[in-house]
C-alpha cells in the first residue's frame, strides 16, 4: 500500500508578483470643489482652463449687473462711481504725457466776496433751485458749511492763478478748520465749488 502523504504539507509561499499596489483613492472631504471637479469630470488641461474663463466671466457678468442696479438706486454712488472714473482718466493722461514738468491747470475765478456773503448767496441758492443736488443740499447743513469753507480756501490757495491740488486743500481743511478729510470727500468739495462757479450759479464772478 502506497504511503499517504502527510495531510500537514504545507504550501510553499507564493512569491511577490513585483506589481505595485492600487493608489489610494483620494479623501473627498479633503479635497475643493475644483479638485474634486477635476478627479469626477477629467478632461485636457485646456478645457479645464476654459472653463475656469467662463466661470470668471460669469461672476463678472453677475457683479456688473449688482453695480448697475446700484447705481440706479443710489445717486451718491452714481457720483462716487463718476470720481474714480475721472480720477482713472486723469492718471491715464498723466501717463501718455509726455515726460517733464506738468503746467498747472488754470484755476476757477470766484467772486471777491466775504464768507458770509457766499454763504447767503449759496444759501437763496439751495432753496430756489429745484435740482437733486439742491434737495439733497437743504437736508445736509453739513455739507453746506464744508462748501463755504472750501470757497474760503480755493480762494486763498488760488490766488497765484493756479488750481488748489487735492493734498493742498486737504491740508488746509485740517489747519484752519480742523476737518480730516479724505481726498475724494476734498475733490468732491472742490467740483462743487467750481460748479457753483459757473454761469447762473451762486459764485459765478462777475
Do not use: K
Not at 132 to 146: G, H, S, T
Amino acid at each position: 500500500m502506497a504511503t499517504r502523504r502527510s495531510a500537514d504539507t504545507r504550501q510553499a509561499p507564493r512569491e511577490e508578483s513585483g506589481e505595485e499596489a492600487p493608489e489610494a483613492v483620494p479623501d473627498l472631504a479633503r479635497l475643493s470643489p475644483e479638485e474634486i471637479a477635476f478627479l469626477l469630470g477629467g478632461g485636457s488641461e485646456a478645457s479645464q482652463a476654459a472653463h475656469a474663463r467662463a466661470l470668471r466671466a460669469e461672476r463678472n457678468t453677475r457683479s456688473n449687473a449688482r453695480r448697475t442696479d446700484r447705481r440706479h438706486a443710489d445717486p451718491a454712488y452714481a457720483e462716487h462711481l463718476r470720481m474714480l472714473d475721472r480720477e482713472r482718466q486723469r492718471r491715464r493722461r498723466a501717463r501718455m504725457a509726455p515726460a517733464g514738468p506738468a503746467a498747472p491747470e488754470p484755476a476757477v475765478a470766484l467772486p471777491a466776496i466775504a464768507p458770509h456773503e457766499a454763504a447767503e448767496r449759496l444759501a437763496a441758492h439751495i432753496r430756489d433751485a429745484a435740482t437733486p443736488q439742491a434737495r439733497q443740499l437743504r437736508a445736509r447743513p453739513e455739507l453746506v458749511r464744508r462748501y463755504v469753507a472750501g470757497f474760503i480756501l480755493y480762494r486763498l490757495l488760488s490766488a497765484d492763478g493756479a488750481r488748489p491740488t487735492r493734498g493742498a486743500l486737504a491740508a488746509a481743511f485740517h489747519d484752519r478748520f480742523g476737518l480730516e478729510l479724505t481726498l475724494s470727500q476734498v475733490q468732491n468739495i472742490r467740483d462743487r465749488i467750481e460748479g457753483f462757479a459757473q454761469p447762473g450759479g451762486p459764485w459765478c464772478a462777475p
